[in-house]
């Protein structure tokens, strides 16, 4: 049987402040483990938009598509085009979750929530030539899964062809995030056995890995182990985490021991009342200087996430968050207007007040206002947000926050990460065209390599200075 599978390129990795290095960061794992319960006879073809032309003139028998909310447009043309062909197309993922009714016209079968139980079921129906419209997951489990088909991947036009996923979902509940919507009916936090797990990084050649778990400290057990296993396998890694688990037992110490160099990590807005609006509770009353800190001490480089227009923030906010992080030392930022995606409690309770101002999927890329402010109005929301993003990324600020880590290493290291990530766009540029974004990987693990942290003592000095205890918390912002 021949089989493609597509990732439609996202509109925004089409805009004219498209930068291709974004897009060409992590090959499309969910589509390679769908691949790995296909047959060896099976002939299949990977295709994901972002790196590559899609090749449309074949005739696949069945096409697979996964379909995000910016994506989903397009999704739905491409899947117009192979079901006039004739082909059977099937359509999954976070949109189609989200809306069914709005894909299954474009579709012979959806797939509601994750794919690892579905797939098969679908595919002895399909063999059987009994397929079923919808396929609802309900049974959750990473047990005894194919090990993903990461063959398919071309590798050499990624900068992170070593992504991995160990568990799925997280154990929070915020009001604008996915993951509810996506795992409603079933398990919404669960992971792989351990010794797969780390079978899985053994399999991965090279020093980097970066896991694109939504919370990868979100089960201490698990992760404790998983850590105590890739001690001595001489790993470089990046992830995801919250504020509290960060603040919280020394898991944090684990993962810098098995390699942890740079964590994104959501600390979203300074607001209590916006936290508790967004029911982010896990956030309310924590310290974020204090896990900033922690982090910083362990040579850990930060990567914080925040979300801007949410109802409490003002004209203030965008300053104020910008120079925090640049005080604080972050190495990046990602800075999302508030979107509330459909399927979550958020655009639930917009839709019910009114303030949904429209439903063109293509603007719900955190960059454009879609909904009704509140205390900022929506161009202030889009200017501010602009503005923040130009300012964290000045030389001046990357070059301040630079100089605010204790350790040479640590200094030269953030430097050269921001720089490199955000002001060298036409060397990128060059570098994908030249088909060897692979080749960049030593340098960023070099990037990545370990640094012993002298700020401890720095502290235990600072505390007679009075300059430096004007450090507000986050309720004190
Ligand atoms: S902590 Fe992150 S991944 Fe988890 S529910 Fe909240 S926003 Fe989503």
């Known amino acids: 049987m021949k089989i493609k599978l597509i990732l ?74 192979y079901r006039n062909k004739g082909s ?60 993903i088909r990461r063959d398919l991947i071309k590798r050499n036009r990624y ?27 079933g398990k919404s936090f669960y992971m792989q056995v351990v010794d797969d797990a780390l079978s ?6 090279g020093k980097h890995l970066y896991f694109l778990d939504d919370h990868l400290l979100g089960n201490a057990k698990f992760a404790g182990e998983l850590f105590a296993g890739m001690k001595g396998m001489n790993r470089v890694f990046q992830g995801a985490a919250t504020v509290d688990s960060v603040l919280r037992g020394n898991l944090v110490e684990k993962a810098a021991e098995a390699g942890l160099r740079s964590l994104f990590v959501g600390f979203e807005t300074f607001s209590p009342e916006n936290l508790r609006q967004s029911n982010k509770k896990q956030n309310l009353k924590k310290d974020y200087e204090a896990a900033v800190n922690r982090l910083h001490d362990l040579g850990i480089m930060i990567n914080g996430s925040f979300v801007f227009g949410l109802d409490e923030d003002d004209e203030d906010v965008f300053k104020r968050t910008v120079d925090w992080g640049v005080k604080n030392a972050l190495t990046t930022s990602t800075y999302h ?38 205390k900022l109005s929506e161009r202030q929301l889009k200017e501010g947000y602009d503005w923040a993003y130009n300012e964290f990324y000045r030389w001046k600020n990357i070059l301040s926050a630079s ?23 036409p060397l990128w540029n060059f570098i994908i065209k030249s088909g060897r974004l692979n080749n960049m990987l030593p340098l960023l693990e070099a990037i990545l390599s370990k640094v012993k942290s002298e700020r401890k003592n720095e502290v235990n000095q600072n505390r007679i200075q009075p300059i430096l205890q004007d450090s507000p918390g986050i309720d004190s912002l």
């Open 159 to 185: 900068l992170v062809p070593n992504s991995i996923v160990v568990t799925r979902g997280c154990p929070h509940h915020c009001d604008f995030c996915y993951k509810d919507a996506f795992f409603e009916g």
């Open 403 to 425: 100089m605010k880590h204790s350790s040479n290493k640590h200094k030269l290291k953030h430097f050269l990460y921001t720089g490199g990530w955000k002001k060298f766009e």
């Open 8 to 81: 439609p390129a996202l509109t925004e990795a089409e805009s004219p402040f498209w930068r291709p290095i974004k897009y060409s960061l992590f090959p499309p794992l969910g589509l390679a483990t769908l691949a790995a319960y296909l047959s060896e006879d099976d002939e299949i073809d990977l295709q994901d938009q972002h790196v590559e032309e899609l090749n449309l003139d074949d005739e696949p028998d069945l096409v697979i598509i996964q379909v995000y909310i910016t994506n989903a447009y397009r999704a739905y043309r491409i899947a117009d085009f």
């Open 337 to 374: 207007i508030l979107t509330p995606y459909p399927g979550t409690r958020l655009y639930k309770d917009m839709e019910s007040q009114g303030r949904i101002m429209t439903k063109n999927w293509d603007l719900y890329d955190t960059r454009h206002v879609v909904y009704q402010t509140k």
């Open 88 to 147: 059977y197309v099937i359509l999954g993922g976070l949109h189609v979750t989200s809306l069914p009714d709005e894909a299954m016209p474009h579709a012979d079968t959806i797939f509601l929530g994750p794919g690892e139980e579905t797939f098969p079921r679908f595919l002895e129906d399909f063999r059987k030539r009994e397929p079923k419209k919808v396929y609802f997951s309900s049974k959750r489990t990473l047990e005894k899964i194919p090990p």
């Open 200 to 205: 899985e990084i053994e399999r991965l050649p």
